[in-house]
């Protein structure tokens, strides 16, 4: 995340003000989580490893579980000399100060071997846990974020489902949050839409928006009526489809396809539909 590195003013992991060079190498490719720009004094990162989408069971009091998807980071903390081990305590204290700084909020924790909380940076949800072992810390991070959609319906697709149903979610459109400007990657499902349109041309269609239901109903429906128009004016600029042929409507949270009080299920809601005419 582009702002995550301005934090480090602001984050202190150790006691002491300065940490103490580690006295072993990082391992090749590896580097602290800019959430967390500097460690406990001695430690060196003995593995890391990142994956674009994922998900971490952050753990909770009674065995109980948080699992929370995103992208996720995990580095792993060694000492060489086990005398330059700290204790438990002293490392969950660290990591729930130092979460806390930037204004995180502490989840679940157990004092002498692991904590975990979460953040909200430049409007996104960050989940981090720390984890104390012999000789070890263990960091796993979470950048929440819905999956990115990779397979995109053909023409053919979504054809067969407006015949069928009369309607078809698309598979492939993507904003920012809150914005209704189409992101780049956007650009294969459009292009199929357009396919579909070319090869009939009596087809008019509806291009309506939904949302999920964070923030108010008003403004979740002008949001989905701008990302409508948005995927109608991409067809016709980009691929010149007669504009007549296409009405955008915006649908808000008034048509959920699944429950919104999950992150999975908020993704699900937050899409765009064609309706046949």
């Known amino acids: 995340m582009r702002k995550l590195a301005a934090l480090s003013a602001l984050v202190v992991l150790c006691s002491s003000p300065v940490a103490a060079l580690a006295q072993q190498k990082d391992a090749a490719g ?10 406990m004094p001695n430690y060196f990162i003995s593995k890391c490893e990142t994956r674009d989408f994922n998900f971490v069971d952050f753990k909770l009091p009674k065995a109980k579980r948080n699992r929370v998807e995103g992208r996720v980071t995990q580095i792993d903390y060694s000492v060489s000399d086990r005398t330059d081990d700290r204790s438990g305590l002293e490392v969950v204290r660290n990591y729930e100060n130092a979460l806390k700084k ?10 002498e071997r692991w904590m975990n909380g ?11 846990e720390a984890e104390k072992g012999n000789g070890k810390i263990w960091l796993r991070i979470v950048e929440k974020q819905a999956m990115a959609q990779t397979i ?3 023409a053919a697709a979504l054809g067969n489902d407006l015949k069928s149903a009369g309607h ?23 292009g199929e839409i357009a396919k579909l349109l070319q090869g009939d041309p009596k087809l008019e269609l509806y291009v309506v928006g939904h949302t999920d239901t964070v923030g108010s109903v008003d403004a979740n429906l002008k949001l989905s009526q701008e990302r409508g128009e948005a995927v109608l004016q991409a067809l016709v600029r980009e691929h010149g489809i007669a504009a007549a042929r296409l009405r955008a409507f915006g649908n808000g949270p008034f048509a959920p396809v699944a429950s919104n009080d999950t992150e999975e299920g908020r993704a699900r809601n937050r899409r765009v539909e064609l309706v046949k005419r």
């Open 152 to 154: 995109v319906a053909d």
């Open 118 to 128: 979460s953040v909200v940076v430049e409007g996104r949800e960050v989940w981090a």
């Open 102 to 111: 930037i204004g995180g909020k502490i989840a679940a924790s157990d004092p």
């Open 30 to 39: 590896c580097k602290d989580h800019p959430l967390f720009p500097n460690r």
């Open 168 to 190: 078809v979610a698309v598979e492939g459109i993507y904003f920012d949050t809150g914005k209704a400007a189409i992101k780049p990657e956007s650009a294969a499902a459009i």
